[in-house]
């Protein structure tokens, strides 16, 4: 039953990456939706609630309500979950000031092993980064002082499968409220990119300098 709606879903998504990028990424989170709640319910056939963790992207798992992404008219999982199972759902996102991630260029490009810049200032990131902490938890439902100025929108930075420095403003940040995008972040200021389970030379050499090739 799961690979028969793939099917059904797979052709509605195809079809609509002719017709714009909102409609396509609407009917790939929400078949990504519908794909969990269906799974939800069948082990929850065992006669015990189950707990699921699933592990995506931020502009996947944080309300899209919270962020410029719902002002285009964009839906994704962290909304549709929340409406779904309200407070028995728990967003959590990740972020980063540098260190290094494993992505391409370009839709289907070689993975590499990519360097990430400094977040922009005011950015949360770059907020997060002033604190002199290395990495922290931060839980966003308290009504601390704290927490309310995070309240006031700011850029964030979402970097997935592609990664492209050059043009990182544009491609990779957008403004959201935290605090409504997710439940709690965790913060690791200078991370590691995962190391793929099929290593290449392509990756262990990493990306060129950007004054390649005239760097030693």
């Not at 990495?135 to 009504?143: G, P, R």
Request: charged share 25%.
């Amino acid at each position: 039953m799961q690979n028969a709606r793939l099917v059904k879903n797979a052709e509605a998504y195809y079809r609509s990456m002719f017709s714009g990028r909102v409609s396509s990424w609407n009917i790939r989170d929400r078949h990504m939706a519908e794909m969990l709640e269906q799974l939800v319910e069948h082990l929850d056939q065992r006669g015990t609630p189950s707990k699921v963790v699933v592990w995506e992207h931020n502009s996947h798992l944080g309300d899209a309500r919270a962020t410029d992404m719902g002002k285009l008219g964009e839906v994704n999982v962290g909304q549709l979950v929340r409406d779904r199972y309200g407070q028995d759902a728990v967003l959590i996102g990740f972020s980063t000031y540098t260190g290094t991630v494993t992505a391409a260029s370009d839709w289907g490009g070689t993975t590499e092993l990519k360097q990430v810049r400094s977040a922009l200032p005011g950015s949360y990131e770059a907020l997060f980064h002033q604190t002199g902490i290395p990495q922290f938890l931060l839980l966003l439902w308290d009504n601390n002082p704290a927490i309310t100025s995070l309240r006031e929108p700011r850029l964030e930075r979402a970097i997935g499968v592609i990664y492209q420095p050059e043009t990182e403003r544009i491609s990779h940040y957008f403004y959201a409220c935290l605090p409504d995008q997710f439940d709690a972040v965790i913060h690791i200021d200078d991370t590691r990119g995962v190391e793929p389970l099929d290593r290449t030379a392509y990756w262990e050499m990493g990306e060129a300098p950007e004054t390649f090739p005239s760097a030693l």
